[in-house]
């Protein structure tokens, strides 16, 4: 069967519920993924931000200091590091006053991706690509 | 058409769902999203209803609250959760819940 | 006939959206398609065994059994179960306990993927 491309759409913000993080924790799965696959086979996400989907991904969180639990900038780096795909709705960044300088990248991990920030028409283009689209 | 989108609440979710190309895009009303089928707030059916061309409704969700199918705005088709089942293999190509 | 995998992630008490789950895959099985459920989130913590029903309240045990009674493939996020207190052990019974790549191996084979988020 091949590659799978999936589309999870992040649309509610990090922190208060649960779902927002669980698109990122569940799209870094695609690595592993490929141990219940007959060879050849893969999944691969596209993690994309929309809404207020992109509130509560910005730099210098401190969810572990306060909380005790991991940032959702860490869970975001760490799927950078592992090349996934991420985009982030730019018309939503605008909307509510935030910079691309304001988000995360995983340089100092090694990670070769970087966040894309791109109009929704693009965002959708990959809902449309994909075999199966999720909202989180 | 390509996505069937579950809207599963009467007000939450409009934000995304006034995004999808309502040429790609049909919608499947289930738990409190029927009631976009069934209310005409101050005089006027749900905008839902004029954006998109495909609306279904769960009938099951429809008479728990106390409401029967013929209410449900013409332009809605009523199934069940059987006709649910076939409208999710074969009216879409892929599905999501808002 | 088709496949589809469901992720459910509502918790079983407080929220509507984990009966409609349990009664779409119903539902989908009796039509005679393969249907594969994962559980995350608020949903794990109804894999619980030996819970009352109490009429006031949604019920998963019943249901669940009768699911997995008729082919339908239940499986639960470990790390979002045990993170809820309930152990491997205390589980109903046929219920796979696994992490989240089985979720992705399932949404490769399936022919449809409805998520059901959490609220």
Known sequence: MGDVKCAFIVQKPQYKGETSRLAMTHALAYQTVEILLEDGDTVTPSLCFIGEGVLGITKGQKAMDIYGITSSESHLKNCLLVDLDVYVCKEDLDKFGISVDQLPDAEEMGAEKTINVVPFSEIAKKMDEAKHVLFF | ?98 | MGAITMGVYPGLVGSASYDFAIKFAGAAAKKGHKVSMWFSGNATGSVKAHQKHLKDYSTGEKYLTELLAAGVEVCTCEACTVARGVQKTESIEKIQWNAMHWYLARIHSADRVLLIGGE
């Open chain 2, 1 to 98: 058409m390509s996505l069937g989108v579950f809207v599963s609440d009467y007000k939450l979710s409009s934000d995304t769902l006034e995004r999808l190309d309502p040429g790609k895009t049909g919608v499947i009303l289930v738990l409190n999203g029927v009631w976009h089928a069934l209310l005409k707030e101050s005089g006027k059916a749900s905008s839902l209803l004029d954006r998109f061309s495909k609306v279904y409704a769960l009938s099951e969700d429809i008479e728990t609250r106390g409401m029967l199918p013929a209410q449900v705005d013409g332009r809605v088709k009523v199934v069940n959760y059987d006709g649910l089942v076939d409208v999710v293999f074969n009216e879409f190509e892929k599905i999501a819940w808002l």
